[in-house]
C-alpha cells in the first residue's frame, strides 16, 4: 500500500504544485523557441555569421523541407486537424474551466499558446516561399518568427504562473 501511495505521490494531478508539470512547461518553450519552423536555431545562427558557405546552403535546405512539410499537411489534412486541435481545446476547457479540473486548465494553459505558435508557422511558410527568401531575408525572417514565439512563450509562461498561484492558493484554502 505505501508503495501506490509513493507512485500517486510522485504522479500528482494537482498539476500547479507539481515540480514536474513547470519543467515540462520550460522545457516545451525551450524548444519551440529553439526549434523555429521545425529548423534548429543554432543553424540560423551559424548562416547568419556567414563564414562557411556550406552553412548558409544548409540552412536554406533546412528551411525549404521543412516549409514544404508545413504546407504538405496544412494542404492535406489541414481542415481535418483544425476540427481535431479545436475539439480538444474545447473539451480542454469545458472539464478544465466549467468542472474545475486542474489537469486539464495545467494542458490547456500548455497546448493553447502552442496552438498559436502552429497557427503561426502555417502563416509564415508560405510567405517564406511565395517571396522566394534567401540569405539575410530568410534569416530576418526567421528571427521575426522566433521573436514572436518567444512573444507567446513569455504571455503564456506569466499566465500559467498566475493562474497556477492562483489555484495553489484556493487549494490551500479550500483544502
Known amino acids: 500500500m505505501d508503495w501506490y ?38 543553424m540560423a545562427v551559424r548562416a547568419h555569421k556567414g563564414k562557411n558557405a556550406q552553412s548558409i546552403i544548409d540552412f536554406e535546405d533546412m528551411v525549404r523541407i521543412n516549409t514544404n512539410r508545413i504546407l504538405f ?3 492535406e489534412s489541414g481542415l481535418l486537424l483544425s476540427g481535431m486541435v479545436a475539439f480538444g481545446m474545447t473539451v480542454l476547457v469545458l472539464l478544465g474551466f466549467v468542472y474545475d479540473n486542474e489537469f486539464s486548465q495545467a ?11 502552429g497557427l503561426l508557422s502555417v502563416r509564415t511558410a508560405p510567405r517564406i516561399q511565395a517571396e522566394a527568401l534567401s540569405g539575410a531575408a530568410l534569416i530576418k525572417r526567421l ?9 507567446i512563450g513569455v504571455v503564456s509562461l506569466f499566465m ?7 489555484q495553489n492558493m484556493n487549494a490551500g484554502v479550500l483544502g
Request: overall charge neutral; hydrophobic content about 60%; proline content about 3%.
Open 160 to 166: 500559467t504562473a498566475m493562474w497556477g498561484m492562483y
Open 5 to 42: 501511495q509513493n507512485v500517486f505521490d510522485l504522479i500528482d494531478f494537482r498539476s500547479f504544485s507539481n515540480l514536474w508539470f513547470w519543467i515540462a512547461l520550460a522545457v516545451t518553450w525551450s524548444t519551440a523557441s529553439h526549434w523555429v519552423l521545425g529548423v534548429p536555431w543554432d
Open 73 to 75: 499537411i496544412a494542404h
Open 107 to 117: 494542458v490547456f494553459l500548455l497546448g493553447m499558446p502552442l496552438t498559436l505558435v
Open 143 to 151: 528571427t521575426r518568427h522566433r521573436l514572436i514565439i518567444q512573444v
